[in-house]
T-cell receptor, first 116, second 112 residues
């Protein structure tokens, strides 16, 4: 049973380009969460999605960032017109179908985005 | 706003000693807590959790203590091993689906 998968593991972009980060949840999980981690800091919640729905995007910057979790395929975190401050590790987590607020979240290995 | 903070950013222990990592949280409504371990270049890994109706929970070599009166959480690791070297985060959740708030982390160095 594969865990949460993220790709790419490392992504380098120049300022102004777009970054697309992908997350495939664990089998049987329909809830996906994205977190951002700056060096030497904890993870900061960005967005919580279920299939085809954004449940909570209160941690997502209002501009340039978007997320989706389509009916088929992985969840995508998209960052348009990247800036150096977007450089961070982006982690995806998934939880089971119940989605209860005390469900354990399983984390992927992360995508490390570097903006030159 | 809510915040989760740690008292010690770095902790060094000798192999075989016990380790205690502390965490303070600010939201008295938090009802679920998780300790995560993060090794370099990897995602957080679940260690142990505790709900607010408990004050202690034990796992294999790990114990989590919750003191709701002072809003304090601790992780105790018995007979610390080199493989325990990592950054440890506490995370809290309060009645808001699965939005977890993470502390800034404590780095545990285990000296052989």
């Amino acid at each position: 049973n594969a865990g949460v998968m993220q790709n790419p593991r490392h992504l380098v972009r120049r300022r102004g380009q777009e970054a697309r980060l992908r997350c495939s949840p664990m089998k049987g999980h329909s809830h996906v969460y994205w977190y951002r981690q700056l060096p030497e800091e904890g993870l900061k919640f960005m967005v919580y999605l279920q299939k085809e729905n954004i449940i909570d995007e209160s941690g997502m910057p209002k501009e340039r960032f978007s997320a989706e979790f389509p009916k088929e395929g992985p969840s995508i975190l998209r960052i348009q017109q990247v800036v150096r401050g977007d450089s961070a590790a982006y982690f995806c987590a998934s939880s089971p179908l119940s989605g209860g607020h005390n469900d354990e979240q399983f984390f992927g290995p992360g995508t490390r985005l570097t903006v030159l | 706003g809510e915040s989760v903070g740690l008292h010690l950013p770095t902790l060094s222990v000798q192999e075989g000693d016990n380790s205690i990592i502390n965490c303070a949280y600010s939201n008295s409504a938090s009802d679920y807590f998780i300790w995560y371990k993060q090794e370099s270049g990897k995602g957080p890994q679940f260690i142990i959790d505790i709900r607010s109706n408990m004050d202690k929970r034990q796992g294999q070599r790990v114990t989590v203590l919750l003191n709701k009166t002072v809003k304090h959480l601790s992780l105790q690791i018995a007979a610390t091993q080199p493989g325990d070297s990592a950054v440890y985060f506490c995370a809290e959740n309060f009645n808001n689906f699965n939005k977890f708030y993470f502390g800034s982390g404590t780095k545990l160095n285990v000296k052989p």
